[in-house]
């Protein structure tokens, strides 16, 4: 590089403003952690009914501990739509079904508790501009629900496989919390694995108060 633009550069870094931090995140991760170029695209068709899958949910057995909030993250949206399957043409990653119940510290089923999912496709990626992997829906008269979705990928800021819910039985409070998978557990807040022909089903009973 030639001498003059060297000291350009110099006297331009040095008139440069401080970098301030941002208390705001930046919108969406660029750079994921995992490789995005040998991932599949999500079948898009669901070929799994969902009367069918819940016949693989086992009865609701609970210690009565509360499941723990965790933080919320600084990637919700709020309004979403209601909806059990998050698939979509194009989106990235390998097929997960996630089943289970709310229940109460008794371990009764709940129903009617609004669930509101959110989380990053299968490179790492959110959507901060739609509803691309996000959605609400309600646990049924048995207290369970179903979300139709992919594996989430790990992100820079993030390298642990989790999936984002608020969860809110009728009248009562919001639990905001993740969940996360057997790879890297954290307490009382980590799903069963299994594989499936062609999918991850994933088990997970909320207990709530
Ligand atoms: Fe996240």
């Known amino acids: 590089m030639k001498p003059y633009l060297i000291l350009g550069l110099m006297i331009l870094t040095a008139c440069a403003p401080a970098i301030v931090q941002e208390t705001i995140p930046p919108p969406a991760p660029t750079v994921p952690a995992a490789s995005p170029t040998d991932l599949p695209a999500a079948e898009t068709e669901s070929a799994t009914d969902v009367t069918n899958i819940f016949s693989a949910l086992p009865a609701p057995s609970c210690s009565g501990v509360l499941t723990p909030s965790n933080a919320e993250g600084p990637y919700y949206t709020p309004n979403t739509p209601e909806r059990t399957s998050l698939l979509e043409d194009g989106l990235r990653g390998e097929r997960l079904i996630l089943i289970g119940h709310v229940l109460n510290e008794d371990c009764k089923p709940i129903p009617d508790v609004w669930l509101d999912f959110w989380q990053a496709d299968g490179d790492g990626e959110y959507?901060?501009?739609?509803?691309?992997?996000?959605?609400?829906?309600?646990?049924?008269?048995?207290?369970?629900?179903?979300?139709?979705?992919?594996?989430?990928?790990?992100?820079?800021?993030?390298?642990?496989?989790?999936?984002?819910?608020?969860?809110?039985?009728?009248?009562?409070?919001?639990?905001?919390?993740?969940?996360?998978?057997?790879?890297?557990?954290?307490?009382?807040?980590?799903?069963?694995?299994?594989?499936?022909?062609?999918?991850?089903?994933?088990?997970?009973?909320?207990?709530?108060?």
């Open 127 to 209: 959507d901060n501009a739609g509803f691309t992997l996000r959605g609400h829906q309600f646990t049924d008269q048995q207290g369970r629900y179903s979300l139709e979705t992919v594996l989430p990928g790990l992100y820079s800021s993030r390298p642990i496989r989790h999936i984002h819910v608020k969860v809110q039985a009728p009248n009562g409070q919001v639990l905001t919390t993740q969940l996360y998978f057997p790879e890297q557990p954290v307490d009382n807040l980590t799903v069963q694995v299994q594989p499936k022909d062609g999918f991850q089903l994933a088990l997970f009973d909320f207990v709530i108060e």
